[in-house]
């Protein structure tokens, strides 16, 4: 008899939850909408730092034709990326959240799926590209680097990539959730 009074209790809480009014959810609506803003411009900076020193890198670079390739598809897909990043923030940007309550549904659920499938696509693009980049680097490193730094780069990429595509592809798992559960709310 217990268990029933709890769940009479639950009940009746449930009924008591403040309804949020118009003013309260454009609010929501506005926090979340910076709050991705914020984390497309994050994601923006940091790859633009990147960017910055690939292209010193290459500048600077006494090598021949291969380093200089390797660095060239490294920069080309970091900048696709940036592309895609500022595609987004843009498109983020534009969508008004003042507008009739079914435009505006619509308008974002077009925006997270089309953010779904470009996730999908430009990251692992982007992400071979770069690992393309680097390999076509490495026969360079093994005749100018010491065999031990060589080595050390070997041992890294060997390590690393696994690390870094395991951390890649679990965001970008998360990320995709994230946009499934924001597109089933809106359906």
Partial sequence: MNDFNDIQSIWQKQDRQPQ???????????????????????????LT????????????????????????????????????????????????????????????????RQRRIFVTVVTTATVLLYIAGFMIMLPVFKTSLPQWFYIYIVVFLIIGIPVSAFLLIRHARNELEELRQVISLLD
């Fill in 49 to 112: 730092i990147v960017c910055i020193g690939i292209l010193v890198l290459w500048w600077l670079t006494p090598w021949g034709n291969a380093v200089s390739i390797g660095l060239s598809i490294m920069f080309s897909a970091i900048l696709v990326r940036i592309g895609f990043e500022l595609y987004t923030y843009n498109r983020m940007k534009g969508i008004d959240i003042s507008a009739e309550s079914s435009q505006y549904q619509q308008k974002i659920k077009s925006f997270y």
């Fill in 20 to 46: 949020l009014n118009i003013e309260e959810l454009s609010e929501k609506v506005k926090s979340q909408k910076l709050q991705a803003l914020k984390k497309y411009l994050y994601t923006i900076v940091i």
